[in-house]
């Protein structure tokens, strides 16, 4: 194990009509709040009045930058640095998912810096303080309202990239699971095979001796797994969907790191595919993790073989390891296919045109992942294996 210094400061408020505290919570760190959220979905909710009227009771002045898409984009990430500088913003609330909560953190962070915001997303500046912001999420999947990470697209060259500092970590996240009920179903799906993937990337690593956070992983997958079919057939399930939401934050909130180094070779391969083509992140990485996996498992197959296990119930076959290994691949796949997530390039309509460049702009800093160093090859094949 690792030697590791553990430290998450995030609050987490976790029930039904939390988000009715969100001005008290707001009003400790100042009186001028920039609101960032998606689109309409907020106000047809009725989400967007209760928070409003909450920061009203406070007497915090609010200004708003609606907008965020998914594969949340830097040009919106600049128009809101902009405004929080113009207007000497204190705080920030971010309300929605993952792609408003990162655009959120972008913005906290180009605050304090002088230059273009993506500079700290090409390595050229480094993040170095982030005014505080605040997270009602209303999608579980990223786990973002909790970690230190965000990922912003470029829409100049398709480039989508990720950096991470602990000023970017939410002062406080609401999670009402009654929030969730009201996701589509593919957007439920997608947030489910997100949050597998998290837990996946960290899973996946060359470090021994790691049997609690193995234990904590392995029991956080059977949790989605046993609830995933729940929330798709029962929407309107709060005890199903209050499970999903809690293993999404879970799944990113840096627990299941402690000790261990993981892989994040998938992510970063997957964020060419949506840098690109502007699929859905979960989708992307239900498509790309089951190909990794194909391609590395030769690497330590007792691994995969002790995931095939403990979490699919495969028995393991001691004359055939690679048998066992293969099957919980296998596993992983009918799972994402059944809550209807595409597990090929072929199903999102992907095809050759792309996969050089990709794979080239996945690695052209450095090799990538951990468990095993990925080369342009070794992306390439994994992109093939995909399709």
């Not at 909710?45 to 907008?67: A, D, H, K, P, T």
């Not at 309202?145 to 912003?152: H, N, P």
């Not at 969907?241 to 909130?253: D, Q």
């Not at 790309?288 to 995931?307: G, L, T």
């Amino acid at each position: 194990m690792q030697d590791f210094t553990f430290q998450n400061a995030t609050k987490i408020i976790f029930g039904k009509e939390k988000e009715l505290l969100v001005g008290q919570e707001s009003a400790i760190f100042g009186k001028k709040l920039l609101l960032h959220y998606g689109g309409g979905s907020i106000k047809k909710s009725g989400l967007y009045e209760r928070i409003v009227s909450s920061l009203q009771e406070q007497n915090i002045e609010i200004f708003e930058l609606s907008g965020v898409k998914p594969n949340p984009r830097v040009s919106l990430v600049r128009e809101g640095v902009s405004l929080c500088k113009q207007e000497e913003i204190d705080f920030i609330l971010a309300v929605g998912g993952g792609s408003v909560i990162d655009s959120a953190k972008a913005i906290a962070a180009g605050v304090y810096y002088d230059g273009d915001v993506w500079d700290f997303f090409t390595g050229d500046a480094q993040v170095t303080n982030s005014i505080p912001l605040g997270v009602v999420l209303t999608i579980p999947a990223a786990g973002s309202e909790s970690s230190e990470g965000t990922v912003i697209t470029n829409e100049e060259g398709a480039y989508k990239r990720a950096v991470g500092h602990p000023s970017m970590r939410p002062r406080f996240a609401i999670l009402n699971p009654v929030l969730t009920c009201t996701l589509p179903a593919y957007q439920t799906a997608c947030g489910i095979t997100d949050m597998t993937a998290h837990i996946l990337e960290r899973y996946f690593t060359n470090e021994k001796h790691v049997d609690v956070t193995d234990r904590l992983c392995e029991g956080t997958l059977r949790a989605i797994i046993n609830n995933a079919h729940t929330v798709l057939e029962q929407p309107e399930n709060y005890d199903a969907r209050a499970e999903i939401l809690w293993a999404g934050t879970v799944a990113h909130n840096d627990w299941l790191s402690t000790g261990r180094i993981g892989d994040w070779g998938s992510h970063d391969i997957e964020h060419e595919i949506s840098g690109i083509y502007d699929i859905a992140h979960g989708a992307g990485l239900a498509i790309v993790f089951p190909a990794w996996m194909k391609y590395v498992y030769k690497h330590d197959i007792n691994r995969f073989v002790q995931f095939a296990n403990r979490v699919w119930d495969v028995e393991i076959d001691l004359n055939d390891l690679e048998k066992t290994a293969l099957a919980g691949i296998r596993k992983m796949e009918e799972f994402f296919s059944s809550i209807g997530m595409p597990i090929t390039l072929s199903e999102v309509e992907i095809g050759d045109e792309h996969i050089d460049e990709m794979a080239k702009k996945a690695t052209e800093r450095w090799p990538i992942g951990n468990f095993v160093k990925l080369h342009e090859e070794d992306v390439r094949q994994i992109l093939q294996l995909a399709k």
